[in-house]
């Protein structure tokens, strides 16, 4: 299994940005995909889920409202619309198969990607 992100990079406060996930030797369509991130010097912390077939998605509450995770099952791909994007978002983004639990979500697999990294400065 290997999970690929891109699409990270340096931005102002208030741009957008898209990141992708590329995943290979997993068929995405069996599982619901998130997306994490890890701040500097915190532990990754789950952002958002979507559904196997795209039609529910969840967020954290730090970017509800700014975020939007989408997918395509034909492309084995996983998308984060990133909006109005804030100081605070700055981090490594990675993506992952998730299954949710009482109070979030968390990856499935053990694999982990190389993330991407987004930052947000002026």
């Known amino acids: 299994v290997q999970l690929v992100e891109s699409g990270g990079d340096l931005v102002q406060p208030g741009g957008s940005l898209r990141l992708s996930c590329a995943a290979s030797?997993?068929?995405?369509?069996?599982?619901?995909m998130g997306w994490f991130r890890q701040l500097p010097g915190k532990e990754r912390e789950w952002v958002a889920a979507v559904g196997w077939n795209g039609g529910s998605t969840r967020y954290a509450d730090s970017v509800k409202g700014r975020f939007a995770i989408s997918r395509d099952n034909a492309k084995n791909m996983v998308y984060l619309g990133m909006n109005s994007l804030k100081p605070e978002d700055t981090a490594v983004y990675f993506c992952n198969a998730v299954v949710g639990t009482p109070t979030t979500w968390v990856n499935v697999l053990d694999t982990w990607g190389q993330g991407t990294r987004v930052t947000v400065s002026s």
């Open positions: 030797g997993l068929t995405i369509s069996n599982y619901a």
